[in-house]
């Protein structure tokens, strides 16, 4: 995210046809810190208000919305001359709803998807030569569908369905760059993720229209725990071909199980007098979440699961080459 102004105080919004958004920013002491607030939301509901109000007096059968919103924060301090340190977080979310109706059975359908994330971060020169950073962040991904069926004529009967899907993760990363010389540097650190997956929790009521036409799997929770350590070489050669060469050793615990892995990755870069850059690379990397999506509906429809006993992490072999 950007810095917000240390100097002034400003304020824009922007109004759409269908969304609008707001941007706040300005000094908490001038020269010394400052704050970054922005807000964007949607207003489709509001184009589907007659055609609510038409469902709710039964002169339509379909009904369908979408709404959402997202907010942003930024604030960041000047500690001494060489460290700073900043706060920041996210949250959106979407939804959409659509509701149907045949004689007078009803069904409701609902959906939506949202994600949240607070950091701190802070920072620190040291000697001139040592770049110090440790950031510590908090990221949720919720995900959930809900339908409803209930005959109008007794709306007190109603079957009732409930699917719930998130992930939480906390992580802390500390990493160091030491330059001792103009043409080398090398970065190191380590990192420790610890994560709670739910891939569904389910909650259903009423009685068999809705519940035996889909199948319910019992709700369960994973905890996964991941560290890392990492070091990296960058070489600079012949004053335009600069070497890159790391190595980064990671576990994973999940359910007593554990992963061990080393990922080394390499890089050579080189500038050419026509100021053109080309690059060849190669990683190695595991990961160890699964995304299992489907459009069946038309919409997102993404749960996570992680890594277990006996589905061991994805692996990955990437070459890259390139000219720009």
Known sequence: ???GNNQKHEQDLSLGVISSKVLLQ?????????YLFSGRSSYLGL??????????????DDYFNYWMYDLNGKANFDLTENSRLYFSFYSGRDYWKALSRATSERYDFGINWGNTTLSTRYTNLLKNKVF????????????SV?????DESDAADKDYYFNRSFVKEFSWRNSAKFSPMAYFNVEAGAE?????????????????????????????KYMGLSTAVFVENNLTLLKSMTLSAGLRG???????????YLEPRTSLTYKHRSGAVSQVSWRQNRQFTHLLATS?????????VPATATTPPSKAYQWSVGIS
């Open 296 to 304: 069946s509906v038309g919409l997102p429809n993404e749960v996570w």
């Open 250 to 260: 990671v576990t994973f615990n999940t359910g007593g199980n554990l992963y061990k």
């Open 26 to 34: 300005g000094p908490i002491k001038k020269n010394k810190s400052s």
């Open 192 to 220: 420790l993720v610890a994560q709670q997956l739910s891939p569904q929790g389910v909650k259903f009521s009423g009685g068999n229209v809705i519940i035996d036409s889909i199948p319910i799997i019992p709700s369960k």
């Open 1 to 3: 995210m950007k810095e």
């Open 47 to 60: 184009f589907g208000l007659p055609s609510r109000i038409s469902f709710n007096k039964k002169k339509s």
């Open 132 to 143: 110090f950073v440790s950031q510590m962040s908090y990221n949720q991904y919720r995900y």
């Open 146 to 150: 809900e339908q409803l069926f209930f």
